[in-house]
């Protein structure tokens, strides 16, 4: 706005991202919204090492 940049995302990166290679991503957010509550991160680095639960 006059021709200044405004921030308009957070810097801070949460552990489950939303998908960055793709132009649409509205059908992934209840999959992540469940993800996170479920706390799937933190049961597949339990149970995988990180290379193979990413």
């Known amino acids: 706005m006059n021709d200044q940049p405004i ?13 960055e290679k793709v132009l649409s991503y509205g059908e992934y957010l209840p999959l992540l919204k469940i993800a996170e509550e479920l706390k799937l991160d933190l049961l597949l680095s339990k149970s995988f090492s990180e290379k193979q639960a990413w």
Do not use: A
């Open 7 to 19: 921030k308009v995302r957070s810097q801070k990166k949460p552990l489950i991202s939303i998908p």
